[in-house]
Structures are given as structure tokens and as C-alpha cells.
């Protein structure tokens, strides 16, 4: 079975300054990997996959990640924070080739950062 | 705006009670996913269907059933409500059988539906 870990439920980061999310994953194979946002009362963006290919994959709104096989890690990152970026973030996991199997997700880090 | 339209918004019943969320997938997407969103459970797999088909089964309650339609919406009943149901819940949408099968088959999520239960 495939699981994500996110080990932070909340980062603080002061504007400007560069922020990470971390992501950690469990599958038995190759995995998709992705990242969702939610702001406060709506649903969940999409941000960014990895698919296959070149590790670092970038995405909206600034926003990049990188596959780092050895580490099992799909780290979201971005050089310089906004104060939009404040919201709640999931990272998730499908199983690649797995037939149905849906989309695993982390239980979500809160970013906020501060002006 | 994901273009995957769910209703209604805002729901609050009672314990016992029955309760049915609609959701439109977009266009041309024939996969349709049901999460529940709790603040102890995280986001929580319940059902998929493609093109009409049950195609993959979460942590759904028995007392929750979903279904999809000719014309591809999808409705998820809830009946006998128990104030731990009370969450939101997420209808997404992708084009293929497969989370992410090939490039385009990412999945897009709804705005949700909150339901409290009282």
C-alpha cells in the first residue's frame, strides 16, 4: 500500500524568504507524485505532478518540487514567499501502473507566512 | 475555477437523516472520486467511478453509497447520519481510469460540500 508523510503540520516563513514543504512517500513501485493547495474554505488546487523525467518539476504560482528517488522525497519548494501563499498543503501519491488505485494523500502542512 | 461543480455548498441536518451531494465532473472527464475531508482523517478515500462503473473502493461506510449517471454526474447518498460524519466532502474529477495514467489525468477537485450534522 502507498502512503505519504508529511512531517510538519506547520511552517512559518517570513516573506520573501525562500520556503520548503516536505514530503515523504512509501510505495512498492514507481510512484506519481503531487502536490495540491487548499486556501482557507475552498477546494484543492492543483500545483504540480511528478510524472517522469527531470526530477525537478515546476509548477503555479512559482512553485517547484523535487523527486529524489534515494530519499523517497517530493519536497515542495519556492524561492520566495508571498503572504497569499499562506494555506494549507497536500501532497499525495498514486501508484504508477497500479490499475485504480486513487490518489494517496498526506495528512497537509499549514504555510503561513508572515509580512 | 477547476470547472468540477459541486452542490449544495453548505448543508446541515440532523442526526438520522438522509442527505444527497451532486457533483459535475468536467467536461469530458469520465473518472469521478468522492473524498471526505475530516479534521482527525485527513483526506479520506471513498469511492471512484469511471464512465459509470464502480471502479475502486476507500474507506466508505456502508451507510454512504455514490453512483454516476448516464450523462456522468455523480451523487454520493449519506443516510443515517451520525455526527462524525460531519466533514467536508470533495468531488474530483480526472479524464482516464487512472490517477495520472499519463500526463493529462490529473485529478481536479470541487470547492466540496460542508456538511454538519447536528
Known amino acids: 500500500a502507498q502512503s505519504v508523510a508529511q512531517p510538519e503540520d506547520q511552517v512559518n516563513v517570513a516573506e520573501g524568504n525562500p520556503l520548503t514543504v516536505k514530503c515523504t512517500y512509501s510505495v512498492s513501485g514507481n510512484p506519481y507524485l503531487f502536490w495540491y493547495v487548499q486556501y482557507p474554505n475552498r477546494?484543492?488546487?492543483?500545483?504540480?505532478?511528478y510524472i517522469t523525467g527531470d526530477n525537478l518539476v515546476k509548477g503555479s504560482y512559482g512553485f517547484e518540487a523535487e523527486f529524489n528517488k534515494s530519499q523517497t522525497s517530493f519536497h515542495l519548494k519556492?524561492?520566495?514567499?508571498?503572504?497569499?501563499?499562506?494555506?494549507?498543503y497536500f501532497c499525495a501519491v498514486s501508484l504508477r501502473?497500479?490499475?485504480?488505485t486513487p490518489l494517496v494523500f498526506g495528512k497537509g502542512t499549514r504555510l503561513s507566512v508572515i509580512a | 475555477d477547476?470547472?468540477?461543480?459541486?452542490?449544495?455548498?453548505?448543508?446541515?441536518?440532523?442526526?438520522g437523516q438522509r442527505v444527497t451531494l451532486r457533483c459535475s465532473p468536467r467536461s469530458g472527464d469520465l473518472s469521478v472520486y468522492w473524498y471526505q475531508q475530516s479534521?482527525?482523517?485527513?483526506?479520506?478515500?471513498?469511492?471512484?467511478?469511471?464512465?459509470?462503473e464502480e471502479r475502486a473502493k476507500g474507506n466508505i461506510l456502508e451507510r454512504f453509497s455514490a453512483q454516476q449517471f448516464?450523462?456522468?454526474h455523480?451523487?454520493?447518498?449519506?443516510?443515517?447520519?451520525?455526527l462524525g460524519d460531519s466533514a467536508l466532502y470533495f468531488c474530483a474529477s480526472?479524464?482516464?481510469?487512472?490517477?495520472?495514467?499519463?500526463?493529462?489525468?490529473?485529478?481536479?477537485?470541487?470547492?466540496?460540500s460542508w456538511l454538519t450534522v447536528v
Do not use: M, W
Not at chain 1, 501502473?97 to 485504480?100: D, E, H, I, P, V
Not at chain 2, 479534521?39 to 459509470?52: E, R, T
Not at chain 2, 455523480?74 to 451520525?82: A, D, F, G, T, V
Open chain 2, 39 to 52: 479534521l482527525d482523517q485527513g483526506l479520506q478515500f471513498l469511492i471512484q467511478y469511471y464512465n459509470g
Open chain 2, 70 to 72: 448516464p450523462d456522468l
Open chain 2, 94 to 112: 480526472s479524464s482516464g481510469i487512472r490517477a495520472a495514467a499519463t500526463s493529462g489525468n490529473t485529478i481536479y477537485f470541487g470547492e466540496g
Open chain 1, 78 to 88: 519556492k524561492p520566495s514567499a508571498l503572504v497569499s501563499d499562506s494555506a494549507l
Open chain 2, 2 to 15: 477547476s470547472g468540477v461543480t459541486q452542490t449544495p455548498k453548505h448543508l446541515i441536518t440532523a442526526t
Open chain 2, 74 to 82: 455523480s451523487e454520493l447518498n449519506l443516510s443515517s447520519l451520525e
Open chain 1, 43 to 49: 477546494g484543492l488546487q492543483f500545483l504540480l505532478k
Open chain 1, 97 to 100: 501502473n497500479s490499475g485504480n
